[in-house]
């Protein structure tokens, strides 16, 4: 098949996929699409344990056909659940046209334009013998939501990960970095009484130094590409009525990660130093990602005039221990905003991009 005759088809099914409901759980319908177009390109569903290709919930996985134990692998990764529509929506979300150059819907840019292109990259590749990597696919569900059932549900039933492209919107410039999260919940506490009484110890007047210490706080290690760890207070609550004193105000706190910090260390340091009575992570299981500059994989997008950036957005990056390469078609401006579209012209470009890209990378010795 031409790459004209493989764009066709990338296009056609993220037509598809944008006109078949997938919020993060209800990802059936786009899974089967998937698995069918994989058919239709040669990549024929057989036993899971030959290694070929499966399902498994919502995620659609596919190994090279001549996948050889010998060799490292490489993960392609990308997701087809989408966010609701926001209310700003003018176009119907789920009609796929295109408009002077531009392709319209619910998820057509995150991610469903780096998927598609992606799986086009993974069906080229997938009869050769002369690769230096094993590759497998994996187009994952529950990514918007960071449910339990996607990519991460996915890692204990695949070989051990060498390096990844994950693919997200980035201009299929290479984002060597990626932020990690802690959202943390905080109590000040104090004394309730009536607000003509209660003088002292009051927890909205302890809070005054709690946020102060929030607002100077800085982290010492400074990323080259991702820049400080930013802690940031984002919601304050307390009180029930205008003459009770509150015992208590409850604070969230967004913590995004440079790659020089686990989360595991950030909470460490915050439950030792915040000046709160109570503070708690929700979860550490977002941290940052990296891939180092010099790596074979980077070297070959810059070979091919592509930029380097650290990115201030999470993705499926988040649950793996490898080296990881965001790299997507698309703008991340994009991602979630009324009336979503991807050009067409980048679908085009992007393909291309992804199999040189791999090429280089997977022809180097």
Known sequence: MSLKEQTDSAIVLL?????TQSFSGEEDGTAQLIAEWLERNGITPTEASSGRVSRKQNNIYAFNKHFDDSKPLLLLNSHHDKVKPNKGYKRDPYNAEIIDGKLYGLGSNDAGAS??????????????????????????????SSGPNGLNSMLAHLPEIEVAIVGEPTLMNLAIAEKGLVVFDAAVKGIAGHAA?????????????????????????????????????????????????????????????????????????????????????????????????????????????????????????????????????????????????????????????????????????
């Open 115 to 144: 998927l598609v292109g992606l799986l086009t990259a993974f069906a080229h590749f997938y009869e050769r013998e002369d690769l230096s990597h094993n590759i497998v696919i994996v187009a994952s569900a529950e990514e918007e």
């Open 15 to 19: 037509q598809s996929l944008i006109e």
């Open 197 to 365: 009484h209660i003088k002292e110890n009051m927890a909205v007047y302890n809070c005054i130094e709690t946020l102060q210490w929030f607002q100077e706080l800085k982290f010492d290690k400074v990323s080259e590409t991702l820049g400080e760890t930013k802690v940031t207070v984002t919601q304050i609550n307390a009180g029930t009525q205008h003459n009770v004193v509150p015992s208590q105000v409850d604070l969230v706190i967004d913590v995004r990660v440079n790659e020089h910090y686990t989360n595991q260390e950030i909470a460490d340091f915050m439950q030792e130093n915040a000046p709160c009575d109570e503070i708690q992570p929700r979860s550490l299981r977002l941290n940052s990602s990296r891939i180092a500059k010099d790596h074979a994989l980077v070297q070959a997008g810059i070979a091919l005039g592509r930029e380097t950036y650290g990115s201030p957005t999470l993705s499926d990056q988040a649950c793996l221990s490898c080296p990881s390469l965001k790299l997507g078609i698309g703008d991340s401006t994009r991602s979630h905003m009324a009336d979503e579209f991807v050009y067409v012209k980048e679908i085009e470009e992007g393909i291309g991009l992804y199999i040189e890209i791999l090429e280089g990378f997977l022809s180097h010795p």
